[in-house]
T-cell receptor, first 111, second 115 residues
């Protein structure tokens, strides 16, 4: 059984479109995260939710909007996609605030 | 100063050798330290965590922490070709340097183990 799952695995879209990435964890963790890994492989946190409440919101354009319908799900919606948004987006979850387990990633390509 | 620094490598070692990966961090209040392994095209996988000064061993992996020097290392004994990956050091920030409590990653060290 997949502990942290993301859909879709690949996403190719045109500039200006709006897209969503979904994440689900079946580990019973309270905290979930979104990370962005750029072409240079640098992994950086974007958002963190604890029990559906936003606790970390890094300097991310407001075109990115996370939504947590319940503590097992954290979705990421991106408006007006730009070329620079192309990256791999990882969802992660943790039972506490430090040990984190990552999903398989969503490779977003903006054309 | 970058928050978490690692040599980007690549680091190349022969099979059976000890691979030594190093990491320094800037937040003196950090309490939790992690090593993740990331194979090409895959997600980061947690392999070690350490909270206290000294060594922590798990199989062929040993994590070493020196909080006074703000230094974390990972030793891989009897390196295997399957250990070839990028190793990410991650430090849980204390939130005392104007930032929030969060996991901060280094840029990773690419390790190649040659058969």
């Amino acid at each position: 059984d997949t502990a942290v799952s993301q859909t879709p695995k690949y996403l190719v879209t045109q500039m200006g479109n709006d897209k969503s990435i979904k994440c689900e964890q079946n580990l019973g963790h309270d905290t979930m995260y979104w990370y962005k890994q750029d072409s240079k492989k640098f992994l950086k946190i974007m958002f963190s939710y604890n029990n559906k409440e936003l606790i970390i919101n890094e300097t991310v354009p407001n075109r990115f909007s996370p939504k947590s319908p319940d503590k097992a799900h954290l979705n990421l919606h991106i408006n007006s996609l730009e070329l620079g948004d192309s990256a791999v987006y990882f969802c992660a979850s943790s039972p506490s605030t430090d040990t984190q387990y990552f999903g398989p990633g969503t490779r977003l390509t903006v054309l | 100063q970058k928050e978490v620094e690692q040599n980007s490598g690549p680091l190349s070692v022969p099979e059976g050798a000890i691979a030594s990966l190093n990491c320094t961090y800037s937040d003196r209040g950090s309490q939790s330290f992690f090593w993740y392994r990331q194979y090409s095209g895959k997600s980061p996988e947690l392999i070690m965590f350490i909270y206290s000064n000294g060594d922590k061993e798990d199989g062929r992996f040993t994590a070493q922490l020196n909080k006074a020097s703000q230094y974390v290392s990972l030793l891989i004994r009897d390196s295997q070709p399957s250990d070839s990956a990028t190793y990410l050091c991650a430090v849980y920030g204390s939130g005392t340097q104007g930032g929030s409590e969060k996991l901060v990653f280094g840029k990773g060290t690419k390790l190649t183990v040659n058969p």
